[in-house]
């Protein structure tokens, strides 16, 4: 059995695993099959009525058959007494709709403009075509899912989010306005309590309010950084396109304690687009969630892989 947090997290090459476990399931024999459910006993115990939050990237919901593999995956966690709780993304989704209403989008510092136009996109998308596809695919699994945003029952609330930039010209450092883009503030547990443990799955999209009622888009890793860490959930798995946090050669660091990501962020090793998700990964775990893992989602059955295996999975960030 794995523990909850082990200090010498060696597996072997990522190659060698991708293979094992694409073997053609044919040839799988039925001993094969109850050895496997019989080694994973330990580790459905580890996470016996315990809550998982996993963040579904937009880039990792992929093709229609991969989605339906994941749904599969958040029932079976279901059904072994373990809470899943999903937070998912959608920026390549929405970027296609507003190409196709031909509306500008504009980045800064990692996250879009979103302007009065941009927001309405990014609450359909989000709350309704996205939301609702990933609930069906989970009921069509044989679960129960319940499709929410971070608005319903004043979930999350959150505040105009700002970013400094530093002009490429003039070098001078300058605040930029996102517009209607939010960082959580607070997270009211009352819905999510009437839901979690009720044999019902939430799938959550990345929309806050403000106290005002104003709406804000919310980047999904933060927002299921801030939902983790008011549920002190036991892991929070961040699932994206990259297999998890890599060294200067380009290899996968199993694992990281919060003191070795600060160094790695402060001598270049993480860098771009990861460092907010490491920073995201921190965050949650001050606020008490156990463990972290930054996992590539394309990775068939990539949840199960980090649950339920000796091996896991993607980079573990742990206190």
């Given at each position: 059995?794995?523990?909850?947090?082990?200090?010498?997290?060696?597996?072997?090459?990522?190659?060698?695993?991708?293979?094992?476990?694409?073997?053609?399931?044919?040839?799988?024999?039925?001993?094969?099959?109850?050895?496997?459910?019989?080694?994973?006993?330990?580790?459905?115990?580890?996470?016996?009525?315990?809550?998982?939050?996993?963040?579904?990237?937009?880039?990792?919901?992929?093709?229609?058959?991969?989605?339906?593999?994941?749904?599969?995956?958040?029932?079976?966690?279901?059904?072994?007494?373990?809470?899943?709780?999903?937070?998912?993304g959608g920026g390549p989704q929405i970027a296609t709709m507003l190409k196709r209403l031909g509306i500008q989008s504009e980045f800064a510092a990692g996250l879009r403009i979103t302007d009065a136009a941009t927001i309405e996109i990014v609450e359909m998308v989000l709350a309704g075509s996205i939301n609702k596809q990933l609930v069906g695919y989970i009921n069509e699994a044989g679960g129960k899912a319940v499709g929410l945003c971070g608005k319903d029952g004043n979930m999350v609330t959150a505040s105009k989010a700002t970013r400094t930039m530093?002009?490429?010209d003039s070098h001078i450092e300058k605040v930029v306005d996102l517009g209607f883009v939010g960082e959580p503030e607070k997270v009211d547990l009352t819905l999510l309590n009437q839901i979690i443990g009720y044999e019902l799955i939430p799938v959550l999209a990345p929309l806050a309010t403000s106290k005002t009622g104003q709406t804000f888009n919310v980047n999904a890793d933060t927002f299921a950084g801030a939902v983790a860490g008011a549920l002190k959930a036991k892991r929070l798995l961040l699932l994206t396109d990259v297999p998890g946090v890599l060294d200067k050669s380009k290899k996968l660091i199993p694992e990281l304690s919060v003191t070795d990501a600060r160094k790695l962020i402060a001598d270049g090793t993480i860098s771009g687009g990861m460092i907010p998700k490491v920073e995201t990964c921190i965050y949650a775990l001050e606020q008490g969630v156990q463990g972290v893992v930054i996992i590539d989602g394309k990775q068939p059955h990539a949840v199960l892989?980090?649950?339920?295996?000796?091996?896991?999975?993607?980079?573990?960030?742990?206190k």
């Open positions: 059995m794995r523990p909850a947090l082990q200090s010498d997290r060696t597996r072997p090459d990522i190659r060698i695993r991708e293979t094992r476990f694409m073997t053609d399931a044919s040839s799988i024999t039925p001993l094969d099959q109850a050895r496997i459910l019989s080694e994973a006993l330990p580790h459905m115990q580890e996470y016996d009525d315990e809550t998982i939050v996993i963040k579904y990237g937009g880039h990792a919901m992929g093709a229609e058959d991969v989605a339906k593999a994941f749904a599969r995956d958040i029932v079976l966690l279901e059904q072994t007494a373990i809470n899943p709780v999903v937070v998912h530093v002009d490429p892989l980090e649950l339920f295996t000796n091996q896991g999975t993607g980079t573990l960030i742990h």
